[in-house]
């Protein structure tokens, strides 16, 4: 779910980074392989820690494969905190996997590096262009090529105490105005809690207010990429995010130091009337809290004057590696992996949404009110950062959230804050990392 950087050829000689070892079931990392008797393996690598409990899955996707293919499964678990130092050293060493979980910000990189096959031909000729989220398969798109499977997403709406809108009248907003409108109500009302705190160090909650004003983070013109954020529509969204705080005092001072955790910290703990939130969030702080059960809905963030600002798909697609002695085969799995039964067992498990557009729709029909909104606004208004492998470094360098607490602490301006972010973003961009 992150990106590092490098030109094609630096990358190729930089890879050789930390020699990380394989969480695994059986065996390293390598192609598909045979024992000489005719039978295949997959080698695929999944990141540990998305569905808790992921052996059960595993165990029986590997028992229908090989009914269907007569192949075995090597699956090897990797934790995400050493999975890019992996992925780069195996890159290097010629070692990568047939198949793997690739985080959505790493796709470009690993694809710019050679090591990824395109999977378009393979997509168009199943039939499967159209049920492919259009935001998640932004996200394994490099020109007419698409070098990772859509998996599975996460997006952040707004999740709000039920009972604190029902005791004071309110209705979940549609407008920019009307979040205004609910957070003055409440400020009012309810001295006790934080109406909607605002993070400093949470960059993906800047991008709907970014993108909803019609602004880019970062454009492309003839293979060059730009920063956008000090556009003037990117800086009227982001003072009219920055203002929440600024402005109408929904906030807390602290919160300019905030991460997204501890924003949920704080509304588990019954501190905040309305918080930014990804969809695997609410379940875990009925857990924490369980005096909320029951006292909690979403909504999805609104559009200045209506319909849903964009939100930023965070989440995994699945690859097929170069070095596959068996890409059919590997293709097999992706695709069994990444459409129906398996596809929505694994969104089930995992809490996250699917990569399937028909299996998404069934998450907007659903009649819980923590699902619902999320997939709607997964479906509808779902958007990928920036697809180029210099947007990770931009990520790792916090150039989004430096801007955004130099803001909320009133170090700088919009103007200010959003010239610095974005002259770091071009020194990065023209550096061709």
């Known amino acids: 779910m992150s990106s590092m950087p490098g030109s094609r050829t630096a990358r190729r000689s930089a890879v050789a980074v930390l020699a990380a070892a394989a969480l695994a079931l059986t065996g390293c990392g390598g192609d598909a392989a045979s024992d000489g008797s005719g039978d295949r393996t997959l080698t695929v690598w999944i990141m540990e820690g998305t569905n808790p409990d992921a052996q059960p899955f595993f165990s029986e996707l590997s028992a229908a494969f090989q009914q269907r293919t007569g192949a075995t499964l090597d699956v090897q678990f990797v934790q995400w905190a050493g999975a890019h130092d992996k992925f780069v050293t195996s890159i290097a060493g010629g070692t990568t996997p047939d198949v793997a979980e690739v985080g959505t910000t790493w796709v470009a990189e690993f694809a710019d590096a050679g090591a990824l096959a395109d999977l378009a031909p393979r997509v168009r000729d199943a039939g499967l262009t159209d049920d492919l989220v259009a935001g998640l398969a932004e996200a394994g798109t490099l020109g007419d090529a698409l070098y990772g499977m859509p998996w599975y997403a996460g997006v952040r709406s707004v999740i709000y105490r039920t009972d604190v809108f029902a005791e004071l009248g309110l209705a979940p907003p549609t407008t920019w105005d009307e979040l205004v409108a609910v957070g003055q109500r409440i400020k009012q009302a309810r001295p006790d809690?934080?109406?909607?705190?605002?993070?400093?160090?949470?960059?993906?909650?800047?991008?709907?207010?970014?993108?909803?004003?019609?602004g880019q983070v970062a454009t492309q013109n003839g293979g060059a990429w730009t920063s956008g954020v000090d556009s003037p529509q990117a800086r009227q969204g982001i003072q009219f995010y920055a203002d929440l705080a600024l402005e109408h005092g929904f906030s807390t001072p602290a919160a300019a130091n905030w991460r997204g955790t501890d924003v949920s910290d704080a509304f588990a703990k019954g501190q905040a009337a309305m918080i930014f939130s990804g969809n695997w969030v609410p379940k875990a702080i009925v857990e924490d809290a369980p005096d909320l059960q029951g006292k909690i809905g979403a909504f999805?963030?609104?559009?200045?004057?209506?319909?849903?600002?964009?939100?930023?798909?965070?989440?995994?697609?699945?690859?097929?590696?170069?070095?596959?002695?068996?890409?059919?085969?590997?293709?097999?799995?992706?695709?069994m992996m990444g459409t129906g039964e398996f596809a929505a067992k694994w969104a089930q498990q995992s809490g996250y949404f699917p990569g399937s557009t028909a299996l998404l729709d069934e998450a907007v029909r659903s009649p819980d009110p923590l699902v619902a909104p999320f997939a709607r606004q997964m479906a509808e208004a779902g958007r990928s950062v920036p697809v180029t492998p210099a947007f990770g470094q931009i990520q790792g360098k916090k150039t989004i959230a430096a801007m955004m607490r130099s803001i909320l602490t009133g170090e700088a301006t919009v103007e200010q804050a959003t010239s610095a972010a974005a002259a770091e973003m071009n020194e990065i961009f023209a550096s061709g990392a």
């Open 193 to 214: 809690l934080v109406p909607l705190p605002i993070a400093g160090d949470d960059e993906f909650v800047v991008y709907p207010f970014l993108w909803g004003t019609g």
């Open 300 to 335: 999805p963030i609104p559009g200045p004057t209506g319909g849903l600002a964009p939100s930023v798909l965070g989440g995994s697609l699945l690859s097929v590696f170069e070095t596959s002695d068996d890409p059919d085969l590997a293709w097999q799995l992706v695709e």
